[in-house]
């Protein structure tokens, strides 16, 4: 239905790039399929003739080894660079600092979590890091852009970008807020609440002392 299995059937699988969230996989011939899981798909992979029963979106098969996509909400093909998204946190060219310059451009009145959380923007913050990164920088997630200071969306970045790596690299992340509403904040003790927010209406976690709205 998405015309891609068409398009890359036959051709061989030369590279697999990571976009924020977005896996780009380069086949012979240019051309890029663009995967996103969002929060259900899941890509597996395993030895030739192991996918089981069910109706994959896709799969890649080798001479030994099979991809198997389930529930890919996004599977489109793309020509040329990946449109529209910003900067990868993660990837070593990118400078936080310039990262508050591109954030700057987007709409003031917008709450801070959710500007993080726009892959237009800066690509690669998901729910749990815009919450764990605002308490750390001691910002509301409620905060408008505009009342934010370039220190502390600065800071909120680069301890997103760390935390992100470390989590990468196989550490264990340590919530602070995530998912934590109810209990006490590990700073100050009072407890940590949570709302949804943004059209997507993804939670947001914050602790109302230490990241107050003005
Ligand atoms: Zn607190």
């Known amino acids: 239905m998405t015309g891609v299995a068409k398009a890359i059937d036959g051709l061989r699988l030369e590279g ?17 399929v663009r995967s996103h899981l969002r929060m259900n798909g899941r890509w597996r992979v395993g030895p030739i003739g192991s996918t089981g029963a069910g109706r994959p979106w896709l799969l890649l098969r080798g001479d030994t080894v099979e991809a198997t996509q389930w529930n890919g909400p996004v599977l489109t093909l793309d020509v040329g660079p990946v449109r529209g998204l910003g900067p990868d946190l993660l990837a070593d060219e990118t400078d936080p600092a310039a990262l508050v310059a591109r954030l700057r451009r987007g ?25 764990e990164a605002l308490w750390a920088a001691r910002l509301s997630p409620w905060l408008p852009l505009a009342n934010a200071r370039d220190e502390g969306l600065l800071e909120a970045l680069e301890w997103a970008r760390s935390a992100m790596r470390a ?7 340590v919530r602070a807020v995530y998912r934590r509403a109810g209990r ?12 949804g927010q943004g059209d997507d209406n993804r939670t947001a976690y914050w602790c109302p002392t230490c990241q107050p709205v003005p």
Not at 167 to 173: L, T, W
């Open 184 to 195: 006490a904040c590990g700073r100050c003790g009072t407890p940590i609440v949570s709302r």
């Open 167 to 173: 989590s990468v690299a196989g550490a264990r992340p």
């Open 16 to 32: 697999v790039e990571a976009v924020g969230k977005n896996l780009l996989l380069r086949f012979e011939g240019g051309v890029t």
């Open 107 to 131: 709409d003031g009145a917008r709450p801070l979590g959710e500007v993080l959380q726009d892959q237009r923007l800066v690509a690669g913050i998901g729910n749990m890091w815009m919450s």
